[in-house]
């Protein structure tokens, strides 16, 4: 319809009551759109939310978009009831209104929901959506103003050649689009799918995210193969591209491919799970997060390390946790030979209980390593069942411990003994040798 048509007759209804009548009916459908999201936000979305995690992020996302879908949905039952009885060209310029809102908002519900997740959107992403929402409310505009049939009419007229065939630029467009809404869809789903799988605590963490990452994957290729096929592409033409791709993994992308099966392999054989720790030639730290290309270790300063997935598999790695997540750690120290061990030894026995993290069993013991120069060489250990938490803070503590035990003289520490015979016979002859002073 054209604008002036538009205006023409917005003008004539405000003669009329019918313009009252549909003003009223667009405040009430705003009104009882945000009564009935709040009411359904009380009801099941703030109760969701309050999980947290990746669950509780989404339902209030989607809280915000709520409202919107609501309102549109009010609005259109209102017009469909109201055009039998009179003429609706006011609620005909709100309903696109709202519609493109609603549009918008459940794009940036479905684009947060994807790549914000662990964080905040990036710059790239938030001026993806303020593209989004110009050219939204630049088909709205066009729409009403009666101009979008004559866009789309030039668009179904201009022929872009693509090798020996020509498309138009609106089945170009189309596909585009087709693309870009099934790719957000199959993402969405898969985040979804992906907060089902993460919630079942009674399968495998690694089985949980091996399945969270198939399912992903196999969701994107179908969109795309589905969104190629809507598009009036010839899926043969695959065949090439695939040969092609076969060809550039074999020949520039072998680690990059040996890096993915690595990590699939290491989520289904689950050797590695999400907060074992591990030692890896010279890093060590916690498994925070396997991804299927690298995992990201964490040491236990705070420090993230990211580790190829193919050095997982070909290398040696020392997992403290696969089978007994119980480690021993130790203090050593050197007593006096004068000490009595039989007193000794028991009583360093004693120092590691009571100290936090330490197992009662297995038990602690001490042991003899070696007789050096200095004493008697002691070794402590003691046992904890925590170690991605690292062994600094009980070791110190025991330490402290057995620190009172020396202060207060209760265990003689070791040292270095020196004999001074030589020096004193070193000290007497350069005596006898030295000139006697003047007894004038």
Not at 296 to 320: A, F, H, K, W, Y
Request: charged content about 15%.
């Amino acid at each position: 319809m054209p604008i002036s048509d538009l205006l023409a007759d917005l003008l004539g209804d405000i003669q009329r009551p019918a313009i009252l009548w549909q003003a009223l009916a667009i405040i009430a459908c705003i009104v009882g759109g945000w009564g009935l999201a709040r009411l359904i936000h009380r009801a099941w979305l703030h109760e969701r939310a309050q999980q947290g995690g990746l669950m509780g992020f989404g339902v209030a996302s989607f809280g915000r978009v709520l409202p919107p879908l609501l309102i549109v949905a009010l609005l259109a039952l209102t017009k469909l009831v109201m055009e039998r009885y009179q003429s609706v060209h006011l609620l005909r310029v709100a309903l696109p209104l709202f519609t493109s809102l609603a549009v918008i908002r459940t794009f940036f519900y479905l684009l947060r929901r994807i790549f914000a997740r662990h964080g905040p959107l990036g710059a790239a992403l938030q001026t993806f959506e303020r593209v989004f929402a110009l050219i939204v409310w630049l088909g709205v505009a066009m729409h009403l103003t009666g101009v979008l049939p004559d866009v789309i009419s030039f668009l179904d007229k201009t022929m872009l050649p693509i090798g020996k065939h020509e498309v138009s630029l609106a089945e170009l467009l189309q596909g585009i689009v087709s693309i870009v809404v099934l790719m957000m869809l199959a993402l969405w789903a898969g985040a979804a799918l992906e907060e089902r799988l993460m919630g079942l605590e009674r399968v495998h963490s690694s089985l949980r995210v091996a399945m969270a990452r198939v399912s992903r994957a196999a969701l994107i290729l179908v969109s795309v193969l589905f969104s190629l096929s809507l598009a009036g592409l010839d899926l043969t033409v695959l065949s090439v591209f695939g040969g092609a791709l076969g060809v550039g993994l074999g020949l520039g992308m072998q680690r990059i491919a040996s890096n993915y099966v690595s990590g699939f392999i290491i989520l289904l054989e689950r050797s590695l799970t999400i907060g074992d720790p591990i030692t890896l030639d010279k890093y060590s730290g916690k498994v925070a997060r396997i991804n299927t290309r690298y995992t990201v270790l964490r040491s236990t300063d705070g420090t993230q390390t990211l580790l190829p997935n193919e050095m997982l598999i070909t290398g040696v790695v020392l997992n403290q946790s696969v089978t007994n997540r119980n480690t021993r750690l130790v203090t050593k120290l050197v007593v006096s030979y004068d000490s009595d061990l039989t007193t000794v030894m028991p009583l360093l026995e004693t120092q590691p209980q009571g100290v936090a993290r330490v197992l009662e069993e297995p038990v602690p013991n001490v042991l003899l390593n070696a007789f050096v120069a200095d004493g008697y060489e002691l070794e402590v250990g003691f046992w904890i069942g925590d170690p991605e938490n690292g062994g600094g803070g009980p070791i110190s503590e025991v330490n402290r411990k057995i620190y009172d035990l020396v202060h207060a003289g209760v265990i003689k520490l070791g040292h270095p003994a020196i004999d001074t015979r030589l020096l004193d016979a070193h000290i007497a002859s350069a005596v006898a040798r030295s000139p006697h002073p003047d007894t004038n």
